[in-house]
């Protein structure tokens, strides 16, 4: 196929993912106009934040421990299990977001860090994470559903930096606010009308036909990478994989040396204008090797000068390729059945209610 014309996208996006997708800057400008911090009184101040959360609830906590990496007034870090780390304290905000309101390792979470005597703040669509979070008298930001919960991550992400923001750990409102106007112009380029000639996010899924991409991205492009592959895990339904530059140089840069079949692979750069020059080299080496030694490589430039806007743009061309590549390989982008009877294995346990009392 030369093209993803739209009635074909119709007929194999049953739910319509490409255009929750594709409405990700509308998205993200509603949560925006939605969030009402006043309720948000911290009690002292925060040294230090653990965000807990799995899978897509998890994904903006990524984006937010880079930003509190180069701006914030508090570490960040992202914990994707059921224990919090020792450390957390009186001293810390731990913020639990899941989009169902039902994952079982953020409630238990969530119940410890109550326990220790941390703050604690809660964002959800509402159900066990909202009574738990009324029980304990905590903060909760209910959000808007109806959503997938990976699709979310516009609505999941503006309300946790808005979160921080009411806590005094970042300032968001105003670099997500200056990110819209790129993100709505990126929205004409990569639309389901808009034809592969000026569609870049058509044109790279066309090229990840019968490939296993590996995505990387530096510094604050880290989470859009793993992002990137996590959507191409979840809507594309194939295995992709993610990587750091210039960590990769120091391991994974052997594995492109030495293997003897690299057009399996394709590797996508995930750049922006005001790299470190150094990793600039190293992202000129690398692709180099990986040309030359038979590998694939697609380059994908973020928009925008502001590194928050950087993080947003290439996470939506990354969106959008995953959605397409999804159509191209005549699967709807929306089911992930194997996730469902996983929960519904677990469920047969009955640790959430238990965690949820």
Same mark, same amino acid.
């Given at each position: 196929?030369l093209?993803l014309?739209?009635?074909?996208i119709r007929?194999?996006?049953?739910?319509?993912?490409?255009?929750?997708?594709?409405g990700?800057?509308?998205?993200l400008?509603?949560?925006?106009?939605?969030f009402d911090?006043?309720?948000?009184?911290?009690?002292?101040?925060?040294r230090?934040?653990?965000?807990?959360?799995?899978g897509?609830s998890?994904m903006?906590?990524?984006?937010?421990?880079?930003?509190?990496?180069?701006e914030g007034?508090?570490p960040v870090?992202?914990?994707?299990t059921?224990?919090?780390?020792a450390?957390v304290?009186?001293d810390?905000?731990v913020?639990a977001i899941?989009?169902s309101?039902n994952?079982?390792?953020?409630?238990?979470a969530?119940?410890?860090?109550?326990r220790?005597?941390?703050?604690? %703040?809660a964002?959800a669509?509402?159900?066990?994470l909202?009574?738990?979070?009324?029980?304990?008298?905590?903060?909760?930001?209910?959000?808007?559903g109806?959503h997938?919960?990976?699709?979310?991550l516009p609505i999941?992400?503006a309300?946790?930096?808005?979160?921080?923001?009411?806590y005094g750990?970042?300032?968001?409102?105003?670099?997500?606010t200056e990110?819209?106007p790129?993100l709505?112009?990126?929205?004409?380029?990569?639309?389901?009308e %808009?034809g592969t000639?000026r569609n870049?996010?058509?044109?790279?899924a066309?090229?990840?036909?019968?490939?296993?991409?590996?995505?990387?991205g530096?510094?604050?492009?880290?989470?859009?990478?793993?992002?990137?592959a996590n959507?191409l895990?979840?809507n594309?339904?194939?295995?992709?994989?993610?990587?750091?530059?210039?960590?990769m140089?120091?391991?994974e840069?052997?594995?492109? %040396?030495?293997d003897d079949d690299l057009d399996?692979?394709?590797?996508?750069?995930?750049r922006r204008e005001?790299?470190?020059?150094?990793?600039?080299e190293?992202?000129?080496?690398?692709g180099?090797?990986i040309?030359?030694?038979?590998?694939?490589?697609?380059?994908?430039?973020?928009k925008g000068k502001?590194?928050?806007?950087?993080?947003l743009?290439a996470t939506?061309?990354?969106?959008?390729?995953?959605?397409?590549l999804?159509?191209l390989?005549?699967?709807?982008?929306?089911p992930?059945?194997?996730?469902?009877?996983?929960?519904?294995?677990?469920g047969?346990?009955?640790?959430v209610d238990t965690?949820?009392?």
């Amino acid at each position: 196929m030369l093209d993803l014309p739209e009635d074909k996208i119709r007929a194999v996006d049953a739910s319509n993912m490409l255009g929750t997708i594709h409405g990700s800057p509308e998205m993200l400008e509603r949560a925006l106009a939605a969030f009402d911090g006043k309720a948000i009184r911290p009690a002292r101040k925060v040294r230090r934040v653990v965000i807990v959360g799995m899978g897509g609830s998890a994904m903006g906590g990524d984006y937010l421990a880079a930003w509190a990496a180069l701006e914030g007034t508090a570490p960040v870090e992202v914990v994707r299990t059921y224990a919090l780390p020792a450390y957390v304290d009186a001293d810390t905000l731990v913020l639990a977001i899941s989009y169902s309101g039902n994952t079982e390792e953020t409630l238990a979470a969530f119940a410890e860090a109550h326990r220790r005597g941390a703050m604690v %703040a809660a964002i959800a669509t509402g159900n066990k994470l909202e009574a738990l979070a009324k029980k304990h008298g905590a903060p909760f930001v209910r959000i808007e559903g109806g959503h997938q919960p990976r699709a979310a991550l516009p609505i999941l992400l503006a309300t946790s930096a808005l979160v921080l923001e009411a806590y005094g750990v970042i300032k968001a409102r105003a670099a997500l606010t200056e990110a819209l106007p790129d993100l709505r112009a990126l929205a004409a380029d990569l639309a389901p009308e %808009a034809g592969t000639a000026r569609n870049e996010a058509k044109r790279i899924a066309l090229a990840l036909q019968d490939s296993v991409p590996i995505v990387y991205g530096a510094d604050e492009l880290v989470p859009a990478a793993r992002r990137f592959a996590n959507e191409l895990n979840e809507n594309s339904k194939i295995l992709g994989f993610w990587g750091a530059m210039p960590e990769m140089n120091h391991n994974e840069l052997v594995g492109w %040396a030495g293997d003897d079949d690299l057009d399996r692979f394709t590797a996508i750069f995930l750049r922006r204008e005001q790299e470190h020059p150094q990793i600039k080299e190293r992202y000129d080496f690398t692709g180099h090797l990986i040309q030359e030694r038979g590998g694939r490589l697609v380059q994908i430039q973020a928009k925008g000068k502001g590194f928050v806007t950087a993080m947003l743009t290439a996470t939506y061309v990354g969106d959008m390729v995953s959605g397409y590549l999804a159509v191209l390989r005549g699967k709807d982008p929306s089911p992930v059945e194997i996730i469902t009877r996983l929960k519904n294995k677990l469920g047969e346990t009955g640790f959430v209610d238990t965690v949820a009392k």
